[in-house]
T-cell receptor, first 116, second 114 residues
């Protein structure tokens, strides 16, 4: 079974600075997909960024980018120029074609606070 | 706009009572999911369905039941057998045939015990 681990329960950063959230996972599969979701105080789950394991290039979405290290099974999220609206719980998640029902396996989450 | 609608947003359950959470999607997705979120924890899978009239247990199915009579709808019943139902419940859907497509989530339902 796959597992996802986020070792930082809480993090804080000053507005306009850069912060990196860590995620590691464990799987024996070769083809899989990784996601970062953001959950603000409204509790909505919002997709931040996705990465296909077969792609060597790290995904980027505006101020958000990932450092995907397949051999190390690491998938960190970097937020540049942090904004107050980035304050949220961030979840790392894993799925694959072989995973039953393509369900998502989530990490425990990292609460990020952006300070003015 | 396409999306997922969950209702009610807030729900209270009395002792011995079954309650049903609604989840409707108009994204034409085959796969639908129910996740439970407790404070300080990630989301855990309760049930999922990949096609109409078929569903599978997830990691924490005990005390819950589902049905999938229509593609658009995947209601979750929290039965009296679920002794600790207080949680935030999220419904999601996905295009089953597309590998990298993410889950789309509803806005969630919060269930509390009276």
């Amino acid at each position: 079974a796959q597992t996802v681990t986020q070792s930082q329960p809480e993090m804080s950063v000053q507005e306009a600075e850069t912060v990196t959230l860590s995620c590691t996972y464990d799987t024996s599969e070769n083809n899989y997909y990784l996601f970062w979701y953001k959950q603000p105080p409204s509790r909505q789950m919002i997709l931040v960024i996705r990465q296909e394991a077969y792609k060597q290039q790290n995904a980027t979405e505006n101020r958000f980018s990932v450092n995907f290290q397949k051999a190390a099974k690491s998938f960190s999220l970097k937020i540049s120029d942090s904004q107050l609206g980035d304050t949220a719980m961030y979840f790392c998640a894993f799925t694959s074609r072989e995973t039953s029902g393509s369900r998502l396996t989530f990490g425990e989450g990292t609460q990020l606070t952006v300070n003015p | 706009d396409g999306g997922i609608t969950q209702s009610p947003k807030y729900l209270f359950r009395k002792e011995g009572q079954n309650v049903t959470l609604s989840c409707e999607q108009n994204l034409n997705h085959d796969a639908m999911y129910w996740y439970r979120q407790d404070p300080g924890q990630g989301l855990r899978l309760i049930y999922y369905s990949q096609i109409v009239n078929d569903f599978q247990k997830g990691d924490i199915a005990e005390g819950y039941s589902v049905s999938r009579e229509k593609k658009e709808s995947f209601p979750l019943t929290v039965t009296s057998a679920q002794k600790n139902p207080t949680a935030f419940y999220l419904c999601a859907s996905r295009d089953r045939l597309s590998g990298n497509q993410p889950h789309h989530f509803g806005d969630g339902s919060r269930l509390s015990i009276l």
